[in-house]
């Protein structure tokens, strides 16, 4: 009799249990984002999520990878992803032609590329006449490697020849060809260029500009009447990029998972460079002068146009005054 007793007993807890665990899963607000690709800039995101942040701050979110910021811009706008992680010209892009997209955050302010060259060139000034190669036009390898050629005062439009190469494995290979002289890269794709005894011509992360190399994207709209949703997100998304600066372990586990290596050798380089000294916390929106200065050969509107009308920092700055971000800081 005692011994029935104690099994309902047992059973009524495990039911009361499973019915709270369920309660507190459907008080879980589900919400689609938008990721891109696998790489290190773009890792708080996924740092986040398998760090189990989201559910920590009351989300259940998804992440979808998409390739390229124009089409998370795209998605965004529809309303398939109300917030996206992006970076480079794209946001601003999209303002400028009249959509009502804003940055909340940038948690990668400095470049991230490093220009390799062929050995036998020794500076960045010998390119010129040269044939540099960028993965595509317009992207942030192409803006970055631009604006660092013209500070070494050389003109990308008439002193060299810029073609585009492809992804970063047909940069390194056409480099090593010779069919073009030299490139801006990012890790892992660095080490790869040290292993073909490519010679590093330029770190690009120590020039003194600040950029919106990649953060997190809304649209006005939908920052208007989700405020605490966008808020928790991004909660979430600075603890996990905190986690990742300061738990290499973990940062490495996650960057194998998602770009599906256990090359420790390149999971150290990669962390080394990008994740572990290449986030910005507080994640300010930053960068945006710089992109809409190089907007201005193509787009009219950008020229006169303000850095603010296109971010919006409350959230952050609330999230910094709070202590919320200097306790994250100081509690790992």
Sequence with gaps: ???????????????????????????????????????????????????????????????????????????????????????????????????????????????????????????????????????????????????????????????????QTGGPAETISAMVAGKIHAAAVTPPATMQARKAKLKDLVDLSKLDIEYHVNGVVTTRRYLKSNEDTARRFLQAYIEGAVRGMKDKPFAMKTMGKYFRTDDRELLEETYEMIIKTGFSVPPYPAGIASLLQDLEKTSPKAKGAKPEDFADSRLVKELDQSGFIKSLVAGR
Aim: glycine letters at 10%; one cysteine or more.
């Design 1 to 163: 009799m005692i011994r029935r007793r104690e099994i309902c007993c047992a059973l009524a807890l495990i039911i009361c249990h499973s019915s709270i665990a369920l309660g507190q899963e459907k008080k879980l607000e589900k919400i689609r984002v938008g990721g891109g690709s696998a790489s290190a800039a773009q890792m708080s995101i996924w740092l986040a999520k398998e760090g189990n942040y989201y559910e920590k701050h009351g989300l259940n979110v998804e992440v979808i990878s998409i390739p390229g910021s124009s089409l998370a811009i795209q998605a965004m706008l529809s309303g398939e992803l109300p917030i996206i992680q992006a970076g480079g010209a794209g946001p601003i892009q999209a303002a400028l032609s009249g959509t009502d997209t804003v940055i909340i955050a940038t948690i990668a302010k400095k470049f991230n590329w490093w220009i390799f060259a062929l050995p036998n060139i020794n500076r960045i000034e010998d390119l010129k006449g040269k044939i540099f190669g960028t993965t595509r036009f317009g992207t942030q390898s192409d803006l970055a490697s631009r604006i660092a050629l013209r500070r070494a005062g050389i003109d990308p439009e008439r002193d060299i020849t810029m073609v």
